[in-house]
């Protein structure tokens, strides 16, 4: 898909406020109502334009430890990566969750929680009951430093 200076700035209104409505979005990217909602439809339909959702505050809900964990398995086969998915997508607190390469680790997990206790809970309870699952190592995050879900539009 081709994109020009006003499907850009669409993309770019829209990681900065995903609720504003037409006619704001509109009148940001210089164009009317009708053109500017059929850009987006048409951004939409492509894919391009996954969702729209409210970013929340996770310290502002109690949600005040985040968790960097990397994953090993005991193998390497389609039917444990398979199984192993799973079960982390059925889990709340994993908010992302990426197999990776060039680690001793296969997968690489966000995880957010109260505390260190819910931790423990989530680390004994869920996550090593996984079958598969040989090696869990935990960095907890001190500062976020960088925390954006905004993507690199320079390149298009």
Known sequence: MKFD???RHILQCLQQDA?????????KVGLSP??????????????VIRQRVALLDNKALGLGLSVMIQISMDR???????????????????QQCYLITGQSADYLLKVVVPDM???QSFLLDKLTRIEGVTGVHSSF???KVVDSSSLPLGYL
Request: charged share 35%; glycine share 4%; with cysteine.
């Open 117 to 119: 206790d819910h931790y």
């Open 76 to 94: 390497h086969t389609p039917e444990r990566f398979e199984n192993f998915e799973s079960h982390i997508k059925a889990f709340d607190e994993v």
């Open 5 to 7: 200076k006003y499907d």
């Open 34 to 47: 009708s053109p500017c909602l059929r850009r987006v439809q048409k951004l939409e339909e492509s894919g």
């Open 141 to 143: 995050v001190m500062r």
């Open 19 to 27: 609720g504003l409505s037409n006619i704001q979005l509109a009148e």
